[in-house]
Structure formats: C-alpha cells, structure tokens
C-alpha cells in the first residue's frame, strides 16, 4: 500500500537565496548596497520632473531648484562608489535564479489538505492586484507616491485577507467575503518595498516568491535594470516554479525584464497521491497601441504555461486548478484592442467576466446579503432590470488624491453609480468612444481552467472587484473564488 504524502511538503527545488553559493550572495548584496546612494539620488532627481511635483511661483521654483542642484551633487558624489559596483552587479546576473524564495517559519502551518471524495468540495480564493510599488520617482509619474510606506499598508491589508470594501460578485453562493489562498502582485519593482511586503506575509501567510526577472545583459542584447514587479504569495505549500522572461519589449517597458511567474502548489490528498493546482502571474507590455506585441506575448506564455504544467505533473496527480492572474493591459471593450481580445488566450483560459469578444456579463447591481454589515451593496447576478457589466479597474491618475478615492468605502459607493464610474475609472484608449452604460477599462483579470477528464472539476462561486487598495494604487484589486468539487 502507498503511503500518503507528508505534510506539508517540502519545497524541493526551491531554495532562499537567488544564488548557487552565499559568496556569490554576499557579493551581490554589496553590489547592491554600493549602487544604492547613487540610485537614491537618481530616484529623486526623476521625481522632481514628474508633473505634479513641477512647482508654481518663483519661491517654488527656487526651492525645487536647490533641492535639484542638491540632489545631483548627491548623484556625483555616489558615482565612484556605483562605478565600479555596475559591472560586478550585471557580472552576478549570470549565476543568479530570477527569483527569491521566501520559505514560511518553522512555527507556519499551512490549511488542512484536502482529501477527496471524503471532502468532496473545497474553495480555493485568488486575488491579483498591480501596486504600483514602483522606485519612488517613478511611481510619482502615475501620480503616486511613498512606496515604502504603501508597501507596509498593502501588506498590512492582504493579512486582512482584503474584506472590507468590495464590491462585485457573480455566483451562486450568497456574495459574503472569502478567504484568501493565492495573492499575485504586479509592479513590485523596488526592491525595498518588496523586502517589506515579504516581512509581513511570509510569517503569516506562507511562502513568498519575490525580486522575479531576469536582470542584467540578456540575449538581444537587452539590459535589464528591472524586474518583472511580480509577487506571489501561497497559504498552501510550493513545490516548484520557474520563471521566463518575454524576448521584447519597447518604450517604458525596455528596462522591465516582464514575463511569466509559473508555480506548483499542493492543495490536497487523493488516494495517496498529490493534490496540485497551479498558479501562473504576469504583467503584459503595456504602451496601448502595441497590440501586437502583447499577442506575441500571449501567445508565448501560452506555450510556457503548457511547458511547466507538462514538466510538473507526476503521474497519478490530480490537478484541481490552473489560474492565469495579472495586468494584461487590454480591455475587452476598446477597438484599439481587437487582436488581443480575439486571441486563442480566451479559448485555453475561462475569463468569468467576459461573455464574448467585447461583450462582457451583464450583472445586476443588488444589495448586500444579511451579515455583511458595512460593505453596502455589490456587483452580482441578479433579477434586477437594471443591469450593468463588470467595471474597469484602472482609475484615473488625476483623481489619485481625491477624499473619495483616497477612502475606500467612499470609492465603492461611488463607483456603484455610473457617475461615480465615469469620474473616477480611466477612460478608453486614445480617447475612444464611451460605451453605454460607463463602466470603464477591465485591465486586470483572473482566469481558470480545469484539466478534461480529471476527477476534480472547479467552477466559479464569486469574482470581486475590491476597492481595498484605495489611495495606495491606480488600480482596483480583482478576486476569484473557485468551488472545487470532485467527481463522481
């Protein structure tokens, strides 16, 4: 008789540090630590051009103009420390993983596996969300600022397992909060803002994958300065992960090594044999009028996402979920983006938001169920005339500093009403026309598929729209929940 799998499960391929020997580590955390006063120099001279830091009247100007002249003579002055640390930083990128391993303490215990048939149904909660937790004059360009300290307040709201202040849900189940087992971010570029996001999941929510990309000179030749801003956060056990990064990118994106995270998690038990489900987290090219970038893009991750699932599986396994989370950066209701919305993508992948090419759920705006308290009304299928598809999750970046948006229960209210939606959701690319009714751009999405044949088929029981995030990021976070059932 086979003996059952231990639990949890030990990370066999997945190790802390990003590198095959701690000497290479070490002389990769003093590469960092001799660039980082000239990189914090360079930081704050960008957000002195952003535009809202460009002040107005003389003694504005002239204060700017000291901290300016200021600031580059900080710049100088770090040039000889970051001169010589640059080529042993890129030298290191040859032997470095593209990505950290966070393991849980010693103390973490991970959800009780599950066990079909004798469990026969078990929900499993995803949320992505971009953060924008870019270095702190870059995220000044999206109107947004203090990183470090939106890093501590995100974290300090996914431990909170982001209940308060949603809205949006389709399912059969009574639209009530739901635990949170996976958690992909994007645009997690800093990488001290990344270290405090792990400090506070890591202890409490489990292990962490984090500082994804690959850096440095790649094949091209490209240089890479960033990473791909992703993060993902796991309560169930990790097993395995890789992560390829995309060959092309342009304008903004140049400098970003964006692709594919792919993980493998044990989520159960099954006559004696693993339970997996697998996670895949992404961030597409984002200028808006490179659609046919972002289709080779999909088409790529497509394959890789094949390719890990393959190179993964044992036999015997049984899959309960594949998951594709992130910022596509594509909506389903501009023109600009018909290639993208047309795409083999939607036939591989269930998007439980979208009807069609352009056409997307018609939910009915209802009430609150019994017990939710403060949350007021959501997003929902209902029986209501009065319906209106999913919204956008791209706010407007003028708008960032607003009391409404900068609450997150006064953004929800507002975004229930058309008005509201019309205020404060980005509007369509290139200054498109405005479809009826306003609902704004859905750019972040959580897709899904089951495996044919398997013995475990998973449906959708709710999708969320939260307005949790507010005043910490220009986007809105996106939740699904998965009923996983085993068959017959």
Same mark, same amino acid.
């Given at each position: 008789?086979?003996?059952? #799998?231990?639990?949890?499960? %030990? =990370? $066999?391929?997945? /190790? @802390?540090? +990003?590198? !095959?020997?701690?000497?290479?580590?070490? &002389?990769?955390?003093?590469?960092?630590?001799?660039?980082?006063?000239?990189?914090?120099?360079?930081?704050?001279?960008?957000?002195?051009?952003?535009?809202?830091?460009?002040?107005?009247?003389?003694?504005?100007?002239?204060?700017?103009?000291?901290?300016?002249?200021?600031?580059?003579?900080?710049?100088?002055?770090?040039?000889?420390?970051?001169?010589?640390?640059?080529?042993?930083?890129?030298?290191?990128?040859?032997?470095?993983?593209?990505?950290?391993?966070?393991?849980? #303490?010693?103390?973490?215990? %991970? =959800? $009780?596996?599950? /066990? @079909?048939? +004798?469990? !026969?149904?078990?929900?499993?909660?995803? &949320?992505?969300?971009?953060?924008?937790?870019?270095?702190?004059?870059?995220?000044?360009?999206?109107?947004?600022?203090?990183?470090?300290?939106?890093?501590?307040?995100?974290?300090?709201?996914?431990?909170?397992?982001?209940?308060?202040?949603?809205?949006?849900?389709?399912?059969?189940?009574?639209?009530?909060?739901?635990?949170?087992?996976?958690?992909?971010?994007?645009?997690?570029?800093?990488?001290?803002?990344?270290?405090?996001?792990?400090?506070?999941?890591?202890?409490?929510?489990?292990?962490?994958?984090?500082?994804?990309?690959?850096?440095?000179?790649?094949?091209?030749?490209?240089?890479?300065?960033?990473?791909?801003?992703?993060?993902?956060?796991?309560?169930?056990?990790?097993?395995?992960?890789?992560?390829?990064?995309?060959?092309?990118?342009?304008?903004?994106?140049?400098?970003?090594?964006?692709?594919?995270?792919?993980?493998?998690?044990?989520?159960?038990?099954?006559?004696?044999?693993?339970?997996?489900?697998?996670?895949?987290?992404?961030?597409?090219?984002?200028?808006?009028?490179?659609?046919?970038?972002?289709?080779?893009?999909?088409?790529?991750?497509?394959?890789?996402?094949?390719?890990?699932?393959?190179?993964?599986?044992?036999?015997?396994?049984?899959?309960?979920?594949?998951?594709?989370?992130?910022?596509?950066?594509?909506?389903?209701?501009?023109?600009?983006?018909?290639?993208?919305?047309?795409?083999?993508?939607?036939?591989?992948?269930?998007?439980?938001?979208?009807?069609?090419?352009?056409?997307?759920?018609?939910?009915?705006?209802?009430?609150?169920?019994?017990?939710?308290?403060?949350?007021?009304?959501?997003?929902?299928?209902?029986?209501?005339?009065?319906?209106?598809?999913?919204?956008?999750?791209?706010?407007?970046?003028?708008?960032?500093?607003?009391?409404?948006?900068?609450?997150?229960?006064?953004?929800?209210?507002?975004?229930?009403?058309?008005?509201?939606?019309?205020?404060?959701?980005?509007?369509?690319?290139?200054?498109?026309?405005?479809?009826?009714?306003?609902?704004?751009?859905?750019?972040?999405?959580?897709?899904?598929?089951?495996?044919?044949?398997?013995?475990?088929?998973?449906?959708?029981?709710?999708?969320?729209?939260?307005?949790?995030?507010?005043?910490?990021?220009?986007?809105?976070?996106?939740?699904?929940?998965?009923?996983?059932?085993?068959?017959?």
């Amino acid at each position: 008789m086979q003996s059952a #799998p231990a639990w949890p499960p %030990p =990370p $066999a391929s997945l /190790r @802390p540090s +990003a590198f !095959p020997h701690p000497a290479l580590h070490a &002389l990769h955390r003093l590469a960092r630590a001799l660039l980082f006063p000239a990189y914090w120099a360079l930081d704050r001279l960008l957000g002195c051009c952003a535009p809202g830091a460009r002040p107005s009247g003389q003694a504005g100007l002239r204060v700017a103009a000291g901290a300016a002249a200021a600031l580059l003579l900080l710049l100088l002055a770090g040039l000889p420390l970051a001169l010589p640390a640059l080529p042993l930083w890129l030298l290191l990128q040859a032997w470095r993983r593209p990505f950290c391993y966070a393991p849980p #303490p010693p103390c973490w215990a %991970p =959800p $009780a596996p599950w /066990r @079909p048939p +004798a469990q !026969p149904v078990r929900r499993f909660g995803f &949320l992505s969300a971009n953060v924008c937790l870019l270095p702190d004059g870059l995220a000044r360009f999206s109107n947004l600022s203090h990183s470090q300290r939106r890093a501590e307040e995100v974290g300090a709201l996914l431990l909170a397992a982001l209940r308060p202040s949603r809205y949006g849900t389709t399912g059969c189940g009574p639209p009530g909060p739901a635990g949170l087992d996976f958690v992909c971010l994007q645009e997690v570029f800093d990488p001290r803002a990344a270290h405090r996001l792990v400090s506070r999941l890591a202890p409490s929510l489990g292990p962490v994958l984090y500082d994804v990309g690959s850096l440095g000179l790649q094949r091209g030749p490209h240089l890479k300065l960033l990473g791909s801003g992703l993060l993902l956060a796991s309560r169930y056990p990790l097993l395995r992960a890789a992560f390829r990064s995309f060959p092309h990118a342009r304008r903004e994106d140049a400098l970003a090594s964006k692709g594919l995270l792919s993980a493998q998690a044990q989520v159960g038990i099954l006559d004696g044999r693993r339970v997996v489900g697998f996670l895949h987290c992404t961030h597409l090219h984002a200028p808006s009028e490179d659609g046919p970038l972002r289709c080779k893009q999909l088409t790529l991750l497509l394959d890789w996402i094949e390719r890990f699932e393959a190179e993964s599986r044992q036999s015997g396994e049984a899959v309960a979920f594949s998951v594709l989370l992130g910022d596509l950066n594509f909506d389903n209701c501009s023109l600009d983006h018909a290639q993208e919305q047309e795409h083999q993508l939607f036939h591989r992948f269930r998007d439980p938001c979208r009807l069609g090419t352009r056409r997307e759920q018609p939910w009915a705006l209802g009430r609150a169920a019994a017990g939710e308290g403060s949350w007021g009304g959501l997003w929902g299928r209902g029986s209501s005339a009065d319906t209106a598809p999913p919204p956008g999750t791209i706010l407007n970046t003028s708008t960032l500093h607003h009391s409404v948006v900068c609450s997150p229960e006064m953004l929800r209210r507002a975004l229930e009403q058309e008005k509201g939606r019309h205020r404060y959701l980005a509007g369509p690319a290139h200054g498109g026309p405005r479809p009826k009714p306003w609902r704004g751009r859905r750019l972040d999405y959580v897709l899904y598929r089951g495996v044919a044949g398997a013995p475990l088929s998973p449906d959708v029981e709710q999708v969320t729209f939260s307005t949790a995030l507010a005043g910490l990021t220009d986007h809105l976070a996106v939740g699904l929940q998965l009923r996983v059932s085993a068959l017959p």
